[in-house]
């Protein structure tokens, strides 16, 4: 597949049909998306993380979107406007799609073909990036530090060979320090997030 830049051309421009809402393997959520979508969904933190999202199976700390029935359809779309019921707040996956990334920090993708419509119209990159509310440039660096926590604590959690340790109230713990652990009087959303992966890091490094 060929790589794109932000400046490359590729069929984008999407109609919002939002029939990529079915089928679209796990989205995954980041603090941000957790604070986000509830704040816009008026429910609290906590009763978005037991109605909305899933655990992975295999790693503890990252999060994803419900599905619906068989179809796997996200639990978010709302099928009677046939449409996502937080656009301005979504994912980053789900900003990017049919866009993957193939490098993230140099803004290279590929596109992954699984846009169902017909025939889109050719865009750049960086345009289809930067619509959505800007969701892409304001939340990418965060994203991305995001990227590397969960890669670093996954890392660190599979070199343990007595897992014992990782006792379900040692994972909860971590779970709780990085999305239920918000002093926004005190701190930005941005910075309370960067503070929960530190303290989740000392947390870990304190069992291996
Ligand atoms: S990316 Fe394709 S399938 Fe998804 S909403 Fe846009 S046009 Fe529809
Ligand atoms: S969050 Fe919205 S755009 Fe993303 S899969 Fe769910 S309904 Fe579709």
């Given amino acids: 597949m060929d790589i794109l830049t932000l400046k490359s051309k590729d069929k984008l421009d999407c109609n ?10 796990d989205i995954r959520l980041t603090p941000i998306n957790v604070f986000e979508i509830s704040k816009y969904l008026n429910i609290s933190i906590k009763d978005f993380l037991e109605k909305y999202t899933d655990r992975l199976a295999n790693n503890q700390f ?17 099928e009677i406007n046939k449409k996502c019921s937080i656009h301005s707040v979504k994912p980053m ?11 993230l920090k140099r803004d290279y993708f590929y596109n992954s073909g699984q846009c169902t419509m017909e025939n ?16 892409y440039s304001k939340n990418k660096k965060i994203c991305m530090e995001w990227i590397e926590f969960i890669e670093w604590a996954q890392s660190k959690l599979d070199m343990i060979s007595n897992k014992s340790i990782l006792q379900e109230d040692f ?4 779970y709780e320090v990085l999305f239920l652990n918000y002093n926004l009087k005190n701190y930005n959303l941005k910075t309370q997030m960067r ?3 530190k303290k989740a890091r ?7």
């Fill in 62 to 78: 990252e999060l994803v979107l419900k599905t619906r029935g068989k179809l796997r359809q996200c639990i978010l779309y709302d």
């Fill in 171 to 174: 994972i909860d713990k971590i």
């Fill in 120 to 135: 889109p119209k050719e865009i750049t990159v960086s345009k289809w990036l930067n619509g959505n509310h800007r969701i």
């Fill in 195 to 197: 503070k929960n992966m």
């Fill in 16 to 25: 919002l049909c939002d029939k990529c809402c079915i089928y679209r393997g």
């Fill in 202 to 208: 000392d947390e870990i490094k304190k069992i291996i």
């Fill in 93 to 103: 996956q789900c900003v990017m799609f049919p866009l993957v990334p193939e490098n």
